[in-house]
């Protein structure tokens, strides 16, 4: 005997099944929720409690240490710490990199033409003495008829240590000018003189008394005209040192001269033979302002 069922009761049901079936996955998800919670709050108070109680281990502790390792309030107190390290060396970092960012940039700003808005100079040298055992090569002997003063000062050095040439040439000790403008120019040259305190007490020289005269010139070569034209000239008047130290002195000028293209300019000097070529001391260069 077949049994009938109406679509309404069937329909009936699987509605009281479903809602059976909700009814107990609300109750367990309400029942595991309140365990979680009621876990997360005794590890809550079991770390607070952990790091109001513990203390970090010291170096004489590292033996207690190793067996404290299965322990969970050494394991949050480790974590912690590990947490703390990371967040302070990484903040630690970054303002190492700003500083060291800001000092490179002070120190170094040729580095980086853009790096305050001031463009390096198109046209601009600085060549620095080379120490050379041929006094000849070094200096061109005093002028006789050749229009300028002093000795000639021919070694100098546009490639090494702190030298450059940016759209300049050197030849023979001289600075090409490429292209017309009003430059700066400036030098300066080193002397070591020697003591002559012991050659006094021998010879009875009066050389000392007399002192010496130093001068530095900075000329200016022109294409057009024969006589080179005296643009700066710096001097000091020194006397010889006494005792057994050599007497150190330097003469520094500089200011601005319009150029034109194909002018040549050098340097020259009183007493080259007690000139030192010392390229941090002895130098000269020119660049372009306008």
Known sequence: MAIFVSPQCLGMIILGAVLIQTIAVSVSFMYFNQVLSTMK??????????????????G?????????????CWQVTQQLQSHIEKAMEDKFQNEISKTMKSELTAVLPLWGPAIRGVPLPK????????????????????????GYLGERIQAWDGQRGLSFLLNMELKGGELLVPKAGLYYVYAQTYFRLP??????????????????ELVQYIYKKMSSYTVPILLMKSSRSVCWPRGQEPGLFSLHQAGTAFL???????????????????????????????
């Open 123 to 146: 046209v601009a040298a600085h060549v620095t003495g080379v120490a050379s055992s041929n006094e000849n090569s070094a200096t061109e002997g005093k002028a006789h008829g050749r």
């Open 195 to 212: 003591s002559t305190g012991e050659t006094e007490e021998h010879n009875g020289e009066a050389r000392m008394e007399d002192g010496a």
């Open 41 to 58: 709050e005794s590890f809550s108070r079991s770390s607070v409690s952990c790091l109001m109680n513990s203390n970090p281990p010291s």
């Open 260 to 290: 034109q293209p194909a002018d040549r300019l050098f340097i020259t000097v009183s007493n080259a033979s007690t000139m030192e070529m010392d390229g941090r001391a002895s130098y000269f260069g020119a660049f372009l302002v306008g």
């Open 60 to 72: 004489l502790q590292d033996s207690a240490a190793e067996g404290k390792k299965s322990d969970p």
